[in-house]
């Protein structure tokens, strides 16, 4: 099945759909962080060599439905990029389309030469492939990256191996989805963002509340996340918020249950710093730039204000300095 979207890149799960020749990258690629982008580099021809071409390969990533380990476990995966925040990511750096091979058990017993001769030569008809030094395909992972590159070979086809890409830290930290995911999980967001090589975002559509946050003097906006959407370290956050006419306004997020509030149910609440206006309906995205602290209950509403008053004081400076 082909999905359309507002998006240019083009979604389906069918490989019959698939646009072929395909010049494709493998793997699971949340997140799009730095090291993803280093696999995607080769298979992103430049417009002179396109044009050089008769017919040139479609820029494409192919990755699977449900996760294999999702399969495997049975346990659903949150995401640092839902599908469609994917989709963004993949159409700025010029990928043409995305399959994603639904995964059952007939192509988990597949072994490593029937899924290179019978899907990736065959059905999606590659002329190059590119994927990370860990990259494990085949029934029970057998296959290696060196695997798939000489398999590749006796069918004419190229494999390049990207090395495991690091960050510019002393420690020469290897970037991986799961790290990110930690650095989220601890707050560390300046750490979460290098990797990625942006700001992570919270993107949502903004959902009636209760409205508490008009009371105090501080009007926020909930947002409704898709559901597996990874959420980082429940506290107050330094964010930038784009409106959908495109314009960027500062303001102070908090993820949680709002205990002083006794909230039962974790929300996610944006207070746009010097704005004000309808958001309703809208579809906000929040790019998380500092964690400011922890969420805690405080002894009255009063002290919660007076906390909001400096959690908006050190943001706006915070953001001030950042946007210069």
Not at 6 to 22: G, I
Not at 249 to 257: F, K, P
Request: net charge neutral; glycine share 6%; aromatic share 8%.
């Amino acid at each position: 099945m082909c999905i359309q979207s507002k998006s240019s890149v083009r979604v389906t799960s069918s490989t019959v759909e698939v646009l072929t020749p395909t010049a494709i990258a493998l793997g699971n690629f949340d997140g799009i962080h730095l090291g993803h982008q280093q696999v995607l580099a080769p298979i992103l021809y430049p417009p002179e060599t396109i044009l050089s071409l008769k017919s040139p390969p479609y820029p494409t990533i192919v990755t699977f439905t449900p996760h294999p380990q999702e399969f495997f476990s049975g346990q659903p995966r949150q995401l640092l990029t839902p599908l469609w925040e994917k989709v963004q990511h993949l159409e700025q750096l010029g990928i043409v389309q995305l399959v994603q091979l639904p995964f059952d058990r007939e192509l988990a017993v597949l072994s490593p030469q029937e899924f290179v001769a019978n899907i990736l030569v065959k059905q999606l008809q590659t002329k190059t492939i590119s994927i990370g030094q860990d990259f494990r395909f085949g029934r029970g992972r057998m296959g290696t990256a060196e695997d798939l590159q000489e398999i590749a070979a006796s069918f004419g086809v190229s494999v390049h191996i990207t090395s495991l890409k690091t960050d510019d830290s002393p420690s020469t930290t290897r970037i991986s989805s799961s790290l990110i995911r930690q650095c989220l999980t601890d707050g560390n967001i300046p750490q979460a963002n290098l990797m990625l090589g942006y700001s992570y975002s919270l993107i949502g559509t903004v959902v009636p509340g209760q409205q508490m946050g008009r009371t105090l003097g501080f009007p926020t906006a909930n947002l409704k996340l898709p559901s597996n959407k990874f959420i980082p370290r429940h506290g107050v956050y330094c964010v930038r918020v784009y409106l959908e006419t495109q314009q960027m306004v500062n303001g102070v997020i908090n993820i949680g249950h709002r205990p002083t509030l006794n909230g039962q149910i974790p929300t996610i609440e944006v207070h746009l710093l010097d704005w004000s206006g309808d958001l309703y309906q809208q579809t906000l995205t929040v790019t998380l730039e500092k964690f400011l602290r922890p969420e805690r209950r405080f002894p009255s509403l009063e002290a919660l204000k007076e906390q909001i008053t400096s959690d908006c004081h050190l943001a706006r400076k915070f953001l001030e300095e950042l946007n210069k």
